[in-house]
């Protein structure tokens, strides 16, 4: 029997969004376990999931988990984690994250687990960094979100602009995943010829400012941002266990620098296959210069803080 299961660490907005959008694509995932500290919203949570299933196209067991189920897992999802409160830095953010991290990734390891991690928690580039050094797992079986939905972003709002199908909006956005992230838009194509034959620069402007905002105005607006990450994440998932090699805009490793950043990859059953390399402009490779900076910068302040 070719048992394909995921475990969701983290029972949120975001962990939910991502399970009920499994429910509703035909995936290979045919096991389902959830952990949350609330055992009792785990328990209320699979409940409601199970309920779907007789309208679902996807057949799947779906079970309140423990650490002792990540043995077996081909894939564990995490998407635990304290949001950003009024008056934290960044970097309070993140030292509560990675105290987090910690306990979550060393208890997933001492169960057995050698399948591949996807990290959706923010910051997404440096807790997949940090998970990696939890867990001591080969750096292409560990990967976050990355850019994946600011790239969903890019071409949902070109296709809006060109009334063309965001499917045939070929692009991406690559970077950190926060501020310093950023449209090469020497890339960006329909059709094979360059966006720049359907739109004009002070559009690519506006896009570029509406896809780094985006998350702001949906906080500012509703709280939280979880449908769109939860789709992005279903995208990943059968990637992996599809084995696809399929090119997505995911947060893995530079050695070279010595971070996770997002930037398009290869990924399959064993997670990041490899990267794909794109030809950047003197601009845009002086912006991926300070996106790598911006996340260098974290990490060592993550590192030289003791509590």
Known sequence: MNNKRVVIIGCGNVGMSYAYALLNQRTHVNELYLIDLNEERVEGEVMDLNHCLAFSPSKMKIKAGKYSDCR???LIVIAAGVNQKEGETRLDLLKKNASIFKSIVTEVMNNGFNGVFLIATNPVDIMTYLTQKYSNLPRNKVIGSGTTLDTARLRFLVGEKTNISPS???????????????????????????????????????????VKTAAYKIIKAKGATYYGIGMCLVRITNAILGDENTVMVVSTYDPTNDIYIGLPSVINKNGAERKINIELNEEETNKLINSINVLKEAI????????
Do not use: C, T
């Open 72 to 74: 077996d897992a081909n």
């Open 168 to 210: 045939n909006i070929h692009g991406y956005v690559i970077g950190e995943h926060g501020d310093s992230e950023f449209i090469p838009w020497s890339d960006v194509s329909i059709a094979l010829q360059p966006v720049s034959d359907f739109i004009s620069k002070e559009d690519m402007d506006v896009i570029s400012e509406e």
């Open 300 to 307: 060592n302040e993550l590192n030289n803080s003791k509590e």
